[in-house]
């Protein structure tokens, strides 16, 4: 289901909530991307729309 949003648009994923579950990097689907909680905030404060799953 995430493929198609990788595809489209850009996919971060909270590190602190990765690091908290043993999450890795090679975990994760192709195309995401493991970010911090500030570029988290950031990108999310000046985007037009934002999904959280």
Not at 24 to 47: F, Q, Y
Request: with cysteine.
């Amino acid at each position: 289901m995430l493929n198609s949003v990788v595809r489209n648009s850009e996919l971060l994923l909270c590190n602190t909530c990765m690091d908290a579950r043993g999450i890795t990097d090679e975990n994760i689907v192709e195309g995401a991307k493991c970010s911090t909680m500030k570029e988290l905030a950031e990108r999310a404060s000046a985007a037009d729309k934002v999904l959280v799953f």
